[in-house]
Structure formats: C-alpha cells, structure tokens
C-alpha cells in the first residue's frame, strides 16, 4: 500500500478564522469519498495571510500551495489531480518559490508554516535543539558573551540589547532567579509573537531554558495575553510534551540541570506589555508601573532578579547558539543586528508576516511585499511600532529600517508592525484616536500620563472645532507643551510615547488639523 499524501492545513489563528477546520474536514472526506489515502498536517502559518487557509501538497518536487482555500473548494481541488500538484486556479506553485516567501531572510521564523507545532520529532528533525545542546556544553559566562557579541537587541520595541541585560541577572547573586516572556503583544498591527507561539512553541521553550541556564535562573513564566486561547493552548500542550521527555523538569536533557516553566494568562490591560506593570500582575496584583531603580533585572518578580524578554528575543536565541554569535550579527545594518518579523496590517494587498534583515526600507515592505494598498487609492501615511509609534509620510519611506536612524526622525520601529492608510485618511481624527487610546490604557501611576492624556484629547477636540486661526495657533501650542510634558515626565513609555504619533500627525499633515503647513514646519524644524 503507499505511502498517504500528505496535505499541511493550517491550525494557525488566521486560518481558523477563514474555515480551515471545515477545509480539513473537507479533504479527509473527499479523500475518504474517493478511496484515497492522505494524512492531513495542522501546521502554523507561513504568513501570508491574505492567502489563508493555504494549504499545502507533499509532492516529490516539494510541497505546492493553493490558497485561499475554501470548503467548497475542495472537491473541484481533488477533481483537479492536486494531490499530485494539478493545475487549478488557486495553484501557487512550490510554497519556497511564492516571491513572497522566497524574498525573506527567515531565521527566528524558520519552521513557522514548516512543521507540526507539536511534534516533538519534526522540532528536532528541522534544527531544533542544536542550540540547547551547546548551551549544554558552555560555562553560563561563555553563553552571556555568545548573546553581547550577537548584538542582539530586544525585539518588544525598548530594543535593549538582551545580552547586557542577561549579564546583569547572571551578576545578581540571589536563591531564586526568574525568566520571564512577554507574550501580552498589544500593540495594533502586530501579530508576530502569536504565530510564533502556535506555529513553533519548542523555540520559545528552548530559548527560555537556554536563558535559564546561563543566568541561572530555575523557572520561567510565559506571560500571554487572554485574547490568544489558540496560542495559550498551543504552549500549554508544547510544555506538558516537553516535560514529559525530559526537555524540562529536573534534568533536562540529562544535564542534571534544573529549568521549568508555566504559562500565564493576562487579563487584557495594554499597560502590562510594559516589563514592570507585567511583574506586578503576575505577583497578582493590580498592572500599574514600577518606579524605577532598581531594574527588574536586580530586583524583578517576587523581589528576584529576573529576565524579561519579548517572545521574538527569546525565540531568537536557539540560532544564535546553534549557528554561533557572528552568524546572526552578520545580517542588518549598524547596531541594529540581525532580523526582524515585520508584521504588514492596515490599507494592503497582501498583508502578513514579512521576517527581513535590517536596513530595508518601508517602500520595500509596502510594495515589494504589501502589494500596495488595498483600496487601490495611493498610500497616504504607515504608523510604525504600534499605537505609540509615529504616522510617517511617503518623504520617509525611504529610510532604512535600522533603529538609530528612525530615532533620527522621531520614530520608532517598535515590535515592526506597520498600518498602512490611504489619501481618504484624516490624519488628525487619527491623532485623537492615538490620544485617547492613551489615556483609556493608562494605569494611572504617574500624572503626566493620566491627566495628560485626557487634557490631550480636550485639545485636539478644540483644534477640530474651528475657531479663527489665532485660537487655533494658541490650542496648537497648548497641545505641543503637553505633548513636552508627558515625554519629558512620563514614568513609562505609554505616556512618554504617546504624543509620537500625535505630533507627527500635526508635522507632516497639517492640513488636516486646519493649520498652516509652514506654522508646524518651524514647530517640527
């Protein structure tokens, strides 16, 4: 009897959402209906999600995509020979070759779309745990250096570099150390730690692990948002399998060495994506931000010092110690080493998961991969870095992705979500809205934020009414102290970067907010 075809449906997120269980449902029993003999693969998304469900053949070329797939396509699918890559309208060719994917530099996503999230053995067959077993072999000094020299930066959006950080827990002497995970990825446009976590969640637990092991902490916590029950429960099946082979628990791999860890669920506050109001919740307490000294790194959860690390750092540094420092740093430009996932949302054609080296532009992302915009109108502004980031104009889509040189310009490339808008955008409707998301998210700890935030709003409110042009200037002016006081006095970057997006918005499209161009180019100048 031969072997059964396998076909790769995926179990992502996304796809769920576009029917892909009803489209597995569908192949097993057309399959069954036509005596054939298939296994049907629930892997992650490969990203591209304007293409979701796509589903994917095993062929003796390599696997053929078709997407988007729907259930009533099936049956035509099958009529069309596809199980040996037929010819069809949704055909896409062979899955490495869609310039989409074939384009990207995919390092830390690698497996994403490529494996079964859950099987233990395609996790090894594909590199995993090369990195873990020379951890294994290292001195936790030597694996410290292996992350300074890779110059990676932590990829949340503080861009600190993770390994400065590591060398400062490893430093603390204490009992009891932690590794903690923000996985509470908040910010608009964003996605990337969500299809990490269910498309390949032994990464995530390697890369913690390896972390324990060189800081010498015992015990992680992975700390995901509530909105994400499919990741939640993809983790929590991930870890009960680790466990149980011996990956985690008291001796791991047979080191003798001693790392586990557990997934918590946040209850949906914005605020506990910032390190210190995400301690305070897993303490159990209400997510308000920490003053600081002492860094968590010193003093973290529990009073212990603890690493605190996005899903995408963490995820990361399998490769680095599986291929070696120089390896990664070698892609990127200037201090901004390696990649980053860049996640395509808002206005486009082709929206998804893009993972580049720095030093592209946002016109790349925008059209080599977004396709432009989907309306079809021209691209008027992209917010970069969430909902704190700034509304860059078409002038400074030519800058390279690289974190000093987006400081250059007041921006921020954050988690790398982008949102696209088109000419029909008002820009400052969408200055009010990044307001006032500030001040319904704030937790209230420090005044500048909390007050701020609400005067803010009061503001713009007052600008958008009208007025003749010398109470306009004079609200204007208000607005840009406002916006002075809350970067300057903010105790977290929620209120100190909340006025990014608004006082770009009021450079670059005044127009907009019924002010003179040559008015705000002095204020921006």
């Known amino acids: 009897m031969s072997a059964p075809v396998v076909i790769y449906v995926p179990r992502d997120a996304a796809a769920l959402a576009m029917d892909a269980d009803a489209v597995a449902r569908g192949i097993e029993r057309a399959a069954d209906e036509r005596g054939l003999s298939v296994q049907v693969v629930r892997n992650g998304s490969r990203g591209l999600l304007w293409l979701e469900p796509l589903v994917e053949i095993a062929t003796p070329d390599g696997r053929v995509a078709y997407g988007p797939v729907a259930p009533e396509d099936v049956a035509a699918l099958f009529d069309a020979g596809w199980l040996a890559g037929g010819a069809h309208p949704l055909r896409l060719g062979l899955t490495e070759d869609i310039p989409y994917l074939k384009h990207q530099e995919r390092l830390t996503f690698s497996r994403v779309g490529v494996i079964d999230p859950l099987s233990l053995q395609d996790y090894a067959a594909h590199g995993g745990l090369a990195g873990l077993k020379r951890a294994l072999a290292m001195e936790p000094a030597q694996i410290v250096e292996e992350m300074v020299t890779s110059g990676l930066r932590g990829r949340g959006g503080a861009a600190f570099p993770t390994g400065i950080k590591w060398k400062t827990v490893a430093g603390s002497p204490s009992d009891q150390k932690y590794i903690v995970c923000n996985a509470d990825e908040g910010d608009s446009g964003t996605f990337a730690d969500r299809l990490l976590m269910e498309g390949d969640p032994y990464v995530l637990i390697e890369g913690m692990t390896i972390a324990g092991l060189a800081v010498g902490a015992t015990y992680g916590y992975i700390y995901v948002r509530s909105e994400y029950p499919h990741a939640i429960a993809t983790l929590e099946a991930a870890i009960a ?37 995400l301690l305070e919740s897993l303490e159990g307490k209400r997510g308000v931000v920490r003053a600081k000294p002492p860094l968590p790194a010193i003093s973290g959860l529990f009073g212990k010092p603890t690493v605190i690390n996005n899903v995408i750092s ?30 395509l949302a808002g206005n486009l054609k082709q929206g998804g998961l893009v993972e580049k080296a720095f030093g592209l532009s946002l016109r790349d992302l925008l059209y080599e991969f977004g396709g432009g915009s989907a309306s079809g109108r021209p691209l008027r502004a992209v917010q970069v870095g969430g909902p704190l980031g700034a509304y860059l104009p078409e002038s400074q889509w030519d800058v390279p992705l690289d974190y000093e040189a987006y400081i250059q310009i007041s921006a921020m490339i954050g988690h790398g979500g982008l949102v696209a808008f088109d000419d029909t955008v008002d820009m400052a409707r969408m200055a009010r809205y990044a307001m006032e998301f500030c001040a319904i998210e704030s937790c209230g700890k420090c005044t500048p934020c909390r007050i701020g935030s609400t005067r803010g ?12 042009a010398s109470q306009r200037e004079q609200q204007v002016h208000l607005l840009r102290d406002l916006c002075d006081t809350m970067m300057g006095g903010s105790l977290c970057a929620l209120g100190g970067m909340a006025p990014y997006p608004v006082l770009s918005a009021l450079n670059h499209f005044p127009q907009d907010f019924g002010i003179e161009s040559s008015q705000s180019a002095a204020h921006a100048a």
Not at 247 to 273: M, N, P, Q, T
Request: charged letters at 25%; glycine letters at 16%.
């Open 241 to 277: 399998r680790a466990r149980s082979v011996g990956w985690l628990g008291r001796d791991v791999h047979g080191s003798g060495r001693v790392f586990d860890l557990e997934v918590r669920k946040g209850a949906g506050a914005y605020i506990c994506g910032e390190e210190t109001s």
């Open 457 to 468: 709003v009061e503001t713009l409110d007052k600008i958008a009414a009208g007025g003749d």
């Open 314 to 343: 963490l995820a990361t540094v399998p490769i680095i110690l599986a291929k070696g420092a120089a390896y990664y740093r070698d892609y990127g430009v200037g201090r901004s080493h390696g990649t980053l996932p860049f996640q």
